[in-house]
C-alpha cells in the first residue's frame, strides 16, 4: 500500500510542470502586456521607458526562459508579486486560503453526511417517504442556481430575521459570531451538494443491492443491517468517493459565485479580482493552486478506492 | 416412505410480480415434494419460473414480489428428532428464517463471477455464515474448517488461496468456493439454481461429480434447477418440468425419459443435441416463443406451441392425470386417466 502512495506521488510531479507549463503559454496567448496594467496612462512613459522597464524586467527574454525562471522561484517559495497591489502572493494566499478551505470542507463534511446518509437510507427504503421527499428536494437543489438560493437566505435569515450577518466572515464578537457568518454559505453550499450526492449514492446503493452478491450474502444467513453495510455499502461507496473527492477542486477554485455572493475573503475572490485586473502573475499562482488541489483529488480517489476495492490495490 | 422422509414440501406455490401497478403471475399453483437424500430437477426454458419457484422458498425475493402458498413445510432433522417448519409463515429476513438460511439450506447460484463479493478475501466470506451461526466459535477454529472444506473441493493450496480475493479466482475455481459457501454449515437442502450454466463443458462436468459425491456422502437433498437435460439424466433421481410458471409434467428419472408425455416435454427431449447425428440434419426446435407472462390467455399455456391442440385446451385450467403411479401430466390428451391435483 506504501509503494502504491509513493508512486502515485511521484506521478503527480511530471503533472504539475506540464499544467504549469501549459498555464503559462495559455497566459502567454492571451496578449494581456502586463505593463498597460501597471503603468498609468497619464503617466505617458515614453516608449523608450516602457522599453527599458520591459527589459528590466526580464519581459523581452524568450518564452521558456521566463517559464524556467518562473518555476524555479516558486520551487524556491518565491510565488511574485501582485501587479495590482504590490503585496506578496504567498502573503495574498496565505491570507485566504484558511477562509476558502474552512467553507469548503465544512461543505464537504456537512453535504457528505447528509447527502450519502438520505441516498443510503432512500436506496434501502424504496419508494418510503424519505426516498419522496429526498427525489423532491433533489430536483429543487439541482435546479436552483447557488447564487440564487444564496441570496433567498440571505433575504430570508439575514434581512429580513436578522439571525445571521448579511456577509463577510468575522465581525467582533468571537468565535460565536464566527460561526454565525459560516451558517449561510455552508447551508448554500451543502444544499446544492447534497442533491447530487444524494441521488448518486441513492442509485449506486440500489444497484449493488440488487446484485448477485447481496443474494449470496442473504442465503448464508446473516443479518440483514449486516447485508447493508458490509456487503452493500462498502461496494456502493466507490463510486461515491469518486465525486465527493472531486467535489474539493470544485470547492477551492469555483466556490467563486457563493464567495462573491456572501463577500467570503477566500480564494475565489481573490481568481475573480484578478481575473478582471489582469493580474498575471497572481491568475498564474491561483490557476495552479486550483489545478493541484485538483491533482490532490485524483490521488485521493486512488488511494480511497485502493483502500475499498483489492483488485485496486492489488491489479499491478 | 415414512412422511417425515420428505424433507420439503410445497402446496399451491403462487408467486407474482406487480409491475406498472398490474400484478404478472409467474408461478402457478406449484406443489412438489422433495425426497431425503435425493435430487429433484426443475426442468424448463429460460423465464419458464424456475428459479423464481425456489428464491420463492427461501423466501429471497424482490420488493415487488407477492408469494402465497398453502404451506412450506421443511422438515428439519437433527439426530432423530425432527422439527416441522412452515415457511410460507415466516418473515423473509426475521430471525427464524436466517436461522435456517446455511445451517439448514444452502444455495448455490448461476453466476460464480458475480455472486462472490469483490471486495472481501475468499475465506473471509466462506467463513462468515458460520462465524454467524455458532456465535461461539473462534475465527481459527472457522478457518480450519474452512480450509478442510476448501481441500475436499479439490480446491488446489488452499492454504494461500483462502487469502486470495475473487478476482483472482477462475470461474470454476469461483464456483467452488460458491458451493463451499454453501455447504460450509452443512445444510440439509441444497438449492443449485443453474450452477454450471456459466461455466465450459469440462468445468461442468466437474462441478456436477462435486456435487454427485457430496449428495451421495454426505446424503444431502438437492434441488436442482437446470435447462441443461443431459445434466437431469446425469443427476436427477425426480424430475419436474416447468412451463410458463406450471409444472406439466412431473416423475421419476425413468418416467420422463422412458415414457415423456407431455407434449412440451417431449419437444425439450427432441431439442437435446447428440453427439454423431447425420449430417445434414438439423437440430429440432419448438416452434414459436415463450408467451409473454403478462398475456396470457386461459387454457393450456402450452397450446400456441403444441402439435396435438385442441378446441378444449384453450378453455379453464388443465388439469394434471396421473398416467402411472408417481408419474403426473398437466395435458387434456392424458384425460382417461385419474385426475389429480
Not at chain 1, 498609468?40 to 524586467?57: H, T, V, Y
Not at chain 1, 518555476?71 to 502573503?91: K, N
Not at chain 1, 466556490?255 to 497572481?282: H, K, L, Y
Amino acid at each position: 500500500m506504501l509503494k502504491f502512495i509513493i508512486k502515485k506521488l511521484l506521478q503527480m510531479i511530471p503533472m504539475l510542470l506540464v499544467i504549469s507549463l501549459l498555464v503559462f503559454i495559455g497566459l502567454e496567448l492571451t496578449g494581456i502586456d502586463p505593463l498597460s496594467y501597471m503603468v498609468s496612462p497619464d503617466m505617458a512613459g515614453s516608449a523608450e521607458n516602457l522599453e527599458r522597464l520591459r527589459e528590466q524586467m526580464g519581459l523581452n527574454d524568450p518564452l521558456f526562459t521566463r517559464y524556467f525562471r518562473w518555476v524555479s522561484e516558486m520551487l524556491r517559495g518565491d510565488f511574485g508579486y501582485s501587479i495590482v497591489s504590490g503585496t506578496p502572493i504567498s502573503q495574498i494566499i496565505a491570507v485566504r486560503i484558511p477562509a476558502t478551505i474552512e467553507l469548503a470542507l465544512l461543505a464537504l463534511v456537512f453535504s457528505t453526511i447528509i447527502g450519502v446518509g438520505i441516498g443510503i437510507v432512500s436506496a434501502i427504503k424504496q419508494n418510503g417517504i424519505i426516498d419522496y421527499v429526498g427525489r423532491v428536494f433533489a430536483v429543487v437543489g439541482q435546479s436552483i442556481p447557488q447564487f440564487f438560493f444564496g441570496i433567498i437566505l440571505i433575504q430570508i435569515f439575514a434581512v429580513s430575521m436578522g439571525w445571521f450577518p448579511v456577509g463577510q466572515r468575522i465581525s467582533p464578537g468571537g468565535n460565536w459570531s464566527r460561526i454565525q457568518h459560516l451558517v449561510l454559505p455552508v447551508t448554500t453550499l451543502t444544499l446544492s451538494m447534497c442533491a447530487v450526492l444524494m441521488r448518486y449514492a441513492r442509485n449506486t446503493m440500489l444497484d449493488v443491492m440488487n446484485s448477485d452478491y447481496i443474494k449470496t450474502a442473504r442465503s448464508k444467513g446473516i443479518p440483514e443491517w449486516k447485508v447493508i453495510i458490509k456487503h452493500g455499502f462498502r461496494n456502493a461507496m466507490r463510486p461515491v468517493l469518486v465525486i465527493i473527492c472531486f467535489r474539493l477542486p470544485m470547492l477551492i477554485g469555483g466556490s467563486v459565485v457563493i464567495e462573491s455572493v456572501f463577500s467570503w475573503p477566500g480564494i475565489g475572490t481573490i481568481i475573480a479580482s484578478s481575473v478582471i485586473a489582469g493580474d498575471m502573475p497572481v491568475i498564474m499562482v491561483t490557476t495552479l493552486m486550483v489545478a493541484a488541489s485538483i491533482l490532490v483529488a485524483s490521488f485521493l480517489v486512488d488511494v480511497f478506492t485502493a483502500l475499498l476495492d483489492p483488485r485496486v490495490r492489488l491489479g499491478d | 416412505m415414512n412422511e417425515k422422509d420428505i424433507v420439503l414440501s410445497v402446496k399451491n406455490l403462487n408467486t407474482s410480480f406487480i409491475s406498472d401497478r398490474k400484478e404478472i403471475k409467474i408461478v402457478k399453483n406449484v406443489s412438489l415434494d422433495l425426497k431425503r437424500a435425493t435430487t429433484l430437477a426443475i426442468v424448463g426454458e429460460s423465464g419458464c419460473g424456475k428459479s423464481v419457484t425456489v428464491h420463492s422458498i427461501v423466501k429471497l425475493m424482490p420488493k415487488n414480489a407477492r408469494v402465497k402458498a398453502d404451506y412450506i413445510l421443511y422438515n428439519q432433522k437433527r439426530g432423530d428428532k425432527i422439527t416441522e417448519f412452515d415457511l410460507s409463515k415466516l418473515e423473509p429476513y426475521g430471525k427464524e428464517m436466517r436461522a435456517l438460511r446455511g445451517p439448514d439450506i444452502g444455495m448455490v447460484f448461476q453466476d460464480p463471477m458475480s455472486s462472490l463479493n469483490p471486495v472481501y478475501k475468499v475465506g473471509d466470506q466462506v467463513a462468515e455464515g458460520l462465524l454467524e451461526h455458532n456465535p461461539k466459535m473462534s475465527k481459527e477454529e472457522a478457518k480450519e474448517q474452512v480450509l478442510a472444506m476448501f481441500r475436499e473441493l479439490g480446491i488446489p493450496d488452499p492454504e494461500n488461496r483462502i487469502n486470495d480475493f475473487p478476482y483472482q479466482f477462475s470461474g470454476g475455481m469461483k464456483q467452488r468456493v460458491v458451493i463451499a459457501l454453501a455447504m460450509i454449515c452443512n445444510p440439509e437442502i441444497i438449492i443449485a439454481d443453474e450452477p454450471t450454466t456459466a461455466l465450459d463443458v469440462t468445468i461442468q462436468a466437474q462441478i456436477m461429480e462435486l456435487m454427485k459425491s457430496l449428495q451421495t456422502e454426505k446424503n444431502k437433498s438437492i434441488i436442482l434447477i437446470t435447462h441443461n437435460m443431459g445434466l437431469v439424466a446425469e443427476m436427477a433421481d425426480e424430475v419436474c418440468v416447468m412451463y410458463m410458471g406450471r409444472i406439466v409434467e412431473f416423475g421419476t428419472l425413468e418416467h420422463i425419459f422412458n415414457n415423456p408425455s407431455h407434449p412440451y416435454t417431449k419437444a425439450l427431449l427432441r431439442s437435446v443435441p447428440v453427439l454423431g447425428m447425420e449430417e445434414g440434419r438439423l437440430l429440432e426446435t419448438i416452434p414459436g416463443i415463450t408467451p409473454n407472462p403478462a398475456e396470457l390467455k386461459e387454457g393450456c399455456e402450452f397450446a400456441d406451441r403444441c402439435p396435438d391442440c385442441r378446441d378444449e385446451c384453450r378453455k379453464g385450467t388443465i388439469p394434471a392425470f396421473e398416467v402411472e403411479p408417481g408419474h403426473k401430466v398437466r395435458c387434456l390428451n392424458f384425460n382417461s386417466f385419474k385426475e389429480v391435483d
